[in-house]
């Protein structure tokens, strides 16, 4: 098993930046693709960007070019640096991690969630 805790949210304005965390313990050698999801009030759960363990990345465009990911290997953790942020960053965000290729929509191991609210 693998446990994911996310940390770093908090409230922003708009054009602000912020840095979330999320650690990893456990059975973190069977881990492959790690990611962001996040969701807003009301809406569906959204994938943010995904990071392999070679160091490969993919990100919603929603947030490409202002949202960057990082991943230590050696330490267990992965990063989701978030750049120009906008009210409609606002969400819970989930680190997540699958022992698959592809992080799909429902991968094994989900973090507890953190805030994040930008106000305007």
């Known amino acids: 098993q693998v446990q994911l805790v996310e940390s770093g949210g908090g409230l922003v304005q708009a054009g602000d930046s912020l840095r979330l965390s999320c650690a990893a313990s456990?059975?973190?050698?069977?881990?492959?693709?790690m990611g962001w999801f996040r969701q807003a009030p009301g809406k569906q759960r959204e994938r943010v960007g995904v990071i392999t363990r070679g160091g490969s990345t993919g990100y919603a465009d929603s947030v490409k070019g202002r949202f960057t990911i990082s991943r230590d290997n050696a330490k267990n953790t992965m990063s989701l640096q978030m750049n120009s942020l906008r009210p409609e960053d606002t969400a819970i965000y989930y680190c997540?991690?699958?022992?698959?290729?592809?992080?799909?929509?429902?991968?094994?191991?989900w973090g507890q969630g953190t805030q994040v609210t930008v106000s305007s």
């Open positions: 997540a991690a699958t022992n698959r290729v592809i992080l799909t929509t429902s991968p094994e191991y």
């Open positions: 456990g059975r973190t050698s069977s881990i492959n693709v």
